[in-house]
């Protein structure tokens, strides 16, 4: 189911540009109203301000990524469901979809230098994976999600390790990390969608093994 680098004058040794924080903080802030408002063109252009003011400002790389994630599904949708495109344009558009999902990944490990410990953004970097089809740097992502105990949607981060070992057929783990996702949360129907995904094709990826067709 379903970065900002300056130039400086050879002369002299280079130096990290002056940070302002609290600016920063001010235009983050004035970006988040935009993308609650659905500005997302004026969000992006408050966000990319507030890493200019303050390039370690870890939620403008967040929410810079969670706009080009969002933009990539939408492309993806539009092939695939909205319009059903075929052919070259559907390959077209999947192209750009790729490069959000690309663009996302790098603002995701960019806020997660910035602040290791930021579990929604490594879970949004597993997501941003996921799409890239980069399983094992999914499962490392969500795997350092798992880490930080006060991350507050442990399950959505179990949904999305399940899937990855669900699309390297490891159909043991996939099936123990969304069968406990659906544990700590039985309305969350993306991981019953998986879970039931998993637990179907256990047994045929089984008899597949067996007759030397897998793997």
């Not at 004035?30 to 890493?51: C, D, H, M, T």
């Not at 810079?64 to 695939?80: K, M, P």
């Not at 990390?177 to 995904?197: D, I």
Request: neutral net charge.
């Amino acid at each position: 189911m379903g970065t900002i680098f300056a130039m400086l004058p050879a002369l002299g040794c280079a130096s990290r540009p002056r940070r302002d924080p609290d600016q920063s903080s001010a235009l983050y802030d004035l970006g988040w109203k935009y993308y609650e408002g659905r500005r997302v063109e004026a969000a992006i252009e408050q966000f990319n301000s507030a890493l200019k003011a303050d390039p370690d400002n870890a939620d403008a790389y967040f929410m810079l990524g969670t706009i080009a994630l969002n933009q990539g599904h939408d492309y993806v949708e539009q092939a695939e469901t909205v319009d059903c495109l075929h052919g070259r344009d559907a390959e077209l558009v999947r192209q750009d979809a790729s490069r959000k999902f690309r663009d996302a990944e790098q603002n995701f490990r960019r806020a997660v230098e910035l602040r290791p410990s930021f579990a929604m953004a490594w879970n949004n970097l597993a997501v941003a994976e996921l799409q890239l089809q980069e399983w094992d740097a999914a499962i490392a992502a969500t795997e350092e999600a798992l880490k930080d105990p006060a991350y507050a949607s442990p399950e959505i981060a179990r949904a999305n390790l399940g899937w990855a070992y669900f699309q390297k057929r490891e159909g043991q783990r996939a099936w123990k990390e969304l069968h406990e996702a659906v544990a700590r949360a039985p309305g969350f129907c993306v991981a019953r969608y998986r879970l039931r995904r998993s637990t179907s094709n256990a047994a045929i990826w089984s008899k597949l093994r067996k007759t030397s067709m897998l793997w």
